[in-house]
């Protein structure tokens, strides 16, 4: 590799000095998605008109144009943001062939900013899931160990980066979807505070919960990223008019008189003796640069679970009732209208969306909205307290991203409850709209990616940023890339 393992901001400034090409550089990520892409299933779409993108890119600095930030940077897309021209499926059959007119926000603003969109990444279907095994493209492979999943829902974004496919990925987190894949593939991963990126052009699972974010293999790219696809967007109104920092100029490592929290109930028994052996260690390198542990509780943390599926469920039945098969999408055609519905719904759906079609529709339905829904989000609210409580304290919250590290392919798929256990760790950061990120912290015995998991209050990503880097110092970089892709 000549380019794909360096700092964006450094390709970027050769780029912009013309000491490189864009054209080249999107053309190494080509080759290295040709080469590895059809082992690893991460790229489903590929951009046909990357290179010609990438030129122009090249034109613009040579007639003295900055073409932006990301000048030239080769990123990767969820199968969950549309993108104009380019096919949009949602790893769903009910939506394949969809190329939408239009691209989301994030879209957007990665291409104002000098991107070059190389490709559309495998996902679970309709990001319902914890393992990309719910996908009608199949399965994505774990760069670091055949036949181990790569994390869910955003498993083809966090394996592109893993394997150095591209600089960046944009994955989309409504339980731990961006954190629970960076955590097997050992890359940095972020869910910013909810409303700090729209979700406009996002398609909809669950609306109060999902956001988008990036992935890399550095603190700084993904710092960098973020700053790009951040800010308040009218045609989204729940995105935040809060302003947008210069996170990755303002990175430091040095954490004197920073308070760290540690919540008893994520280290309790069920923990992997090997994430349990990182995490101490990444608790010791906070320590050694300064910082403060201070013990703090989330009482309320055995009912996330439950109260995520509930919230999630319920807002997934509403948000997929669009998919009819009369607007747009999966049609199978019928004379009489419930069979339309039944027979393109029942088609174009799979196994695990129909689960939480059916599992929220039950929960909104007459008679058990107030059981269920209602009480749900009652305890969501007591959630976001528990967490707003403990930050009175600390200045962020450290912990394990999941109990166990990534688990082979098959091996879950249909044990429902012990799939959705998996998620205990990271739905609460989402039910309390709090930014949470995934830092790379070394490797089990066994070579499999551990992450270290870090949460902070409201629009406080800087914290986050400047822990995690501290973190990323003390990790030797062969622990952070895949053995067999160099």
């Not at 794909?4 to 400034?13: N, S």
């Amino acid at each position: 590799m000549k380019y794909l393992d360096k700092p964006i901001a450094e390709i970027v400034k050769k780029i912009k000095a013309r000491e490189i090409k864009a054209v080249d550089v999107v053309q190494e990520s080509l080759e290295r998605i040709q080469k590895f892409n059809p082992k690893l299933n991460a790229f489903i779409t590929l951009n046909e008109k990357a290179l010609d993108q990438a030129r122009a890119i090249d034109k613009l600095i040579e007639h003295g144009q900055d073409p932006g930030a990301l000048a030239g940077i080769p990123v990767g897309i969820k199968d969950m943001l549309c993108t104009e021209g380019l096919q949009t499926t949602a790893c769903s059959n009910i939506l394949k062939g969809f190329i939408p007119p239009y691209s989301a926000t994030v879209v957007d603003r990665l291409l104002g900013a000098g991107a070059i969109v190389v490709g559309k990444l495998n996902c679970d279907e309709f990001a319902m899931g914890s393992s990309n095994e719910n996908s009608c493209f199949g399965p994505v492979q774990n760069p670091w160990k055949d036949g181990y999943v790569a994390g869910g829902s955003s498993g083809g974004s966090a394996a592109a980066v893993a394997a150095r496919l591209c600089f960046a990925t944009i994955g989309t987190d409504t339980g731990g979807s961006i954190r629970q894949p960076a955590n097997f593939c050992g890359i940095v991963g972020i869910k910013p505070t909810y409303g700090r990126v729209s979700r406009y052009g996002i398609v909809a699972f669950a609306s109060s919960l999902d956001q988008a974010g990036p992935m890399s293999n550095s603190i700084e790219d993904t710092a960098l990223v973020l700053q790009v696809i951040s800010g308040r967007d009218p045609k989204d109104s729940t995105s935040s008019s809060e302003s947008v920092p210069n996170w990755s100029g303002a990175i430091n490592a040095s954490l004197k008189g920073v308070k760290i929290g540690l919540p008893k109930e994520y280290f309790a028994a069920g923990i992997h003796k090997d994430i349990r052996a990182r995490v101490d260690e990444a608790i010791a390198i906070v320590k050694k640069a300064g910082a403060e542990t201070v013990d703090v509780s989330l009482p309320n943390t055995e009912h996330c679970v439950s109260t995520y599926y509930l919230v999630a469920a319920s807002e997934a039945s509403s948000n997929l009732a669009r998919y009819d098969g009369i607007r747009y999408g999966l049609r199978n055609s019928s004379r009489e209208l419930e069979e339309l519905y039944k027979k393109s719904r029942g088609a174009g759906f799979g196994r695990e969306v129909k689960r939480r079609i059916m599992l929220g529709t039950y929960a909104l339905s007459s008679g058990y909205y107030d059981a269920y829904y209602r009480k749900a989000c009652q305890v969501r609210r007591v959630i976001q307290q528990d967490f707003l409580n403990a930050f009175k304290v600390c200045d962020v919250i450290l912990s394990p991203v999941t109990p166990a590290p990534a688990f082979k392919i098959g091996e879950k798929i249909h044990n429902t409850l012990e799939m959705y256990l998996n998620d205990i760790l990271t739905t609460s950061t989402n039910l309390a709209g709090l930014p949470g990120l995934s830092v790379p912290g070394g490797l089990t015995e066994n070579g499999l990616p551990v992450g270290v998991q870090l949460t902070a209050t409201h629009f406080a990503e800087q914290k986050l940023f400047n822990v995690a880097k501290s973190i990323e110092l003390a990790i030797p970089k062969e622990a952070r890339v895949p053995h067999g892709l160099h």
